[in-house]
């Protein structure tokens, strides 16, 4: 099944202690969407302005994303700058520019009202809210978003994750959407907001996932070579919500295995700059990397 998309598309600036790319291909729906396409089909809502050029475009309607929800208009794209330390956990971010985003309503197509699998990567909630208002009968709505909108939308926020099944965030922005340092007892409120299952970003450290009665924990695939963490997250998401909608099936069993997919992918995004490692990716990579996942964690009960 097809996955509908909402998130940035951008031009990144971002410097790490091994390198530096200035104003490459980034944005959430774009890492999203092109780790999905390893999986199913994907529908894609977003907005670039008139310095958008066209070989991302070629790039990502060639991995089969629908490009008919993705506006251009007048003005520049969304930009984000940021740097890592040694640290590579998390990003400071150093400049946020919304440019055409300020402006931006989502209209969604007719062909995309029908999804049934719905991922609201980290853009404006009020925008993320506005494609809900769109969307018929979801089976799944997955969300996710990042420390400029829990501090500066913080209501609309709120109200998006009322509807949400799947919140899909980093450890530091739980504790600050709870307001609680502890991460179990962060976990609880998150829930108590509205999504069923919480999955926790936990950069080197891996994965979480939180439901009511239940705690899984997946690894970070331990690499040599980290070179840029950009898009991690929302790689990781398009691993764990592609095999989730290849699948159509929600169960216990699916999403620890999406788990695993989605750190798969994220494992790979890391390896390079910008989309570069996605874009020379192989099914044949990913799934000795999946095995490799299963060594790793395989052990002997009593
Ligand atoms: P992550 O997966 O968390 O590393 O996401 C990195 C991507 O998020 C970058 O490619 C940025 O373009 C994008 N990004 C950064 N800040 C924002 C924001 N405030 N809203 C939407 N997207 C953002």
Redesign the pocket.
């Known amino acids: 099944m097809d996955i509908l998309v909402i998130?940035?598309v951008?031009?990144?600036s971002v410097e790490t202690p091994f390198g530096r790319g200035d104003d490459v291909l980034?944005?959430?729906a774009?890492?999203f969407s092109t780790s999905a396409s390893f999986f199913t089909g994907v529908q894609l809502v977003a907005v670039v302005g008139e310095d958008f050029p066209d070989e991302p475009r070629q790039f990502l309607t060639s991995r089969g994303v629908d490009l008919a929800g993705l506006q251009t208009r007048p003005g520049k794209t969304?930009?984000?700058k940021?740097r890592y330390g040694y640290d590579l956990n998390e990003?400071q971010?150093l400049e946020?520019h919304?440019n055409v985003?300020e402006t931006f309503h989502p209209e969604l197509p007719e062909s995309y009202r029908q999804a049934k699998f719905v991922f609201l990567?980290?853009?404006?909630p009020e925008l993320q809210l506005e494609v809900l208002q769109q969307v018929e009968k979801p089976k799944l709505i997955a969300c996710?978003t990042?420390n400029?909108?829990i501090d500066g939308k913080r209501d609309a926020l709120i109200r998006t994750l009322e509807h949400v099944d799947i919140l899909v965030i980093?450890e530091a922005e739980v504790r600050q959407l709870a307001d609680e340092a502890n991460l179990v007892k962060a976990s609880r409120a998150v829930l108590a907001m509205g999504p069923k299952t919480l999955v926790v970003k936990r950069g080197e450290y891996g994965v979480l996932v939180f439901t009511e009665h239940s705690i899984f924990s997946a690894p970070a695939y331990p690499l040599e070579e980290v070179f840029d963490?950009?898009?991690?997250?929302?790689?990781?998401?398009g691993g764990f919500m592609g095999y989730l909608a290849a699948t159509n099936n929600l169960s216990d069993e699916t999403i620890r295995k999406a788990t695993v997919f989605g750190s798969v992918m994220a494992s790979f995004t890391v390896e390079d700059f910008s989309l570069d490692r996605l874009r020379k990716l192989t099914w044949t990579e990913i799934e000795d990397r999946f095995r490799r996942f299963q060594t790793l964690t395989a052990f002997e009960g009593l």
Request: zero cysteines; hydrophobic letters at 40%.
């Open positions: 998130g940035s951008a031009f990144d980034g944005g959430s774009t890492y969304f930009r984000w940021g990003a971010t946020t919304l985003f990567a980290n853009i404006d996710d990042m400029f909108w980093n963490p950009t898009g991690a997250g929302d790689t990781f998401a």
